[in-house]
């Protein structure tokens, strides 16, 4: 049931080019997109600076967004520029400092056949206020558990792309992780090596090397994961890109998730759950609570350069 405490100071949705009351912003029905799936969206914050909130690589989301579009065969009705102008407004008709914007395009309403023909594509940007998307266990750690469905592989699909219908598979195995009593889910890909989570990234350190993996393991190529990488090389953390086994996964000293949501979540507890004639077995990470270079890098993050956040004018 919705209540107003799950979007949090949201008070008008931005609607193709006007804003809507955010109770009225109702599509119709035999919308495609409501059908099919077909929609693509993207996830993005905000974060009150000492300049007024601004937005974290705003330009890189909707660069992805337009590439969602494009492997969705779906014609954006405006383009980069209108896009990034109409997230910034939104945050000001919100009057929010720091936010989760959520930008979707989808096929509306015209029929209902598979190709889309008579649906125009539109775009709405909500934006609200999100705290730890793991909730309270994100501070300590969280556990993960390893679902026996893969990763969608980067054979079937331009993995870049976060198509709206394919968000059912991270669902699924999200609720399929909670009936195990674990916070979040964990796919491995269909080589049986770590991929990533529902809607996260994964790293693991070991021996002071920060480790995540390469888009070939059939991952989202996230915008975190890419600043992390980018703000441990000039912290002087080594990183390194490369597969992660699960036996590199149980010998690591520490693990977490990343993403837009989630930020930066301590994985410190794994359940193996990959083979559903097995019992399902518990790994605890490292020491079993958040680690150093987890505590650095989460530190870090929350020092964002004015450089990639532009600011929304609201401060
Ligand atoms: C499947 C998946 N992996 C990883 C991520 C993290 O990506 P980002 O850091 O760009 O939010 C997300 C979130 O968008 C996701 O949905």
């Given at each position: 049931m919705y209540k107003p405490a799950h979007f949090l100071?949201?008070?008008?949705i931005w609607t193709m080019g006007r804003f809507v009351d955010w109770p009225k912003a109702v599509v119709h029905s035999m919308s495609h997109a409501l059908h099919y799936g077909n929609s693509v969206f993207e996830g993005i914050r905000a974060y009150p600076t000492a300049e007024g909130p601004a937005v974290f690589r705003l330009t890189e989301h909707i660069d992805r967004l337009l590439l969602s579009a494009r492997t969705a065969k779906m014609k954006s009705p405006y383009d980069r520029e209108r896009i990034i102008e109409a997230v910034l407004k939104t945050m000001r008709a919100n009057k929010l400092q720091s936010a989760y914007i959520r930008p979707l395009l989808f096929y509306s309403y015209?029929?209902?056949?598979?190709?889309?023909?008579?649906s125009p594509v539109e775009l709405l940007i909500g934006a609200w206020e999100w705290g730890a998307y793991l909730g309270d266990k994100t501070e300590k750690g969280v556990s993960a558990y390893i679902v026996p469905w893969r990763r969608i592989h980067r054979s079937q699909l331009d993995m870049r792309a976060k198509l709206g219908g394919l968000y059912t598979l991270s669902t699924i195995n999200g609720l399929e992780a909670r009936e195990h009593d674990c916070d979040e889910a964990l796919f491995l890909n269909l080589e049986g090596r770590v991929a990533e989570g529902p809607g996260e990234n994964i790293f693991i350190v070991k021996k002071g090397v920060l480790q995540t993996n390469a888009l070939p393991e059939s991952i989202l190529e996230g915008i975190t994961r890419t600043s992390l990488l980018e703000i441990a090389a000039d912290r002087g953390i080594p990183t390194r890109v490369a597969p992660i086994r699960l036996k590199d996964l149980y010998r690591a000293d520490e693990a977490f998730f990343c993403g837009t949501a989630v930020e930066i979540a301590p994985l410190v507890r794994v359940v193996d759950g990959?083979?559903?004639?097995k019992t399902a077995k518990p790994h605890t990470i490292g020491s079993g609570e958040k680690g150093e270079v987890t505590r650095f890098l989460w530190a870090s993050s929350r020092t964002p350069s004015a450089a990639s956040c532009p600011n929304t004018g609201n401060g």
């Open positions: 100071k949201a008070k008008k015209g029929n209902l056949g598979l190709v889309p023909k008579f990959s083979n559903p004639r």
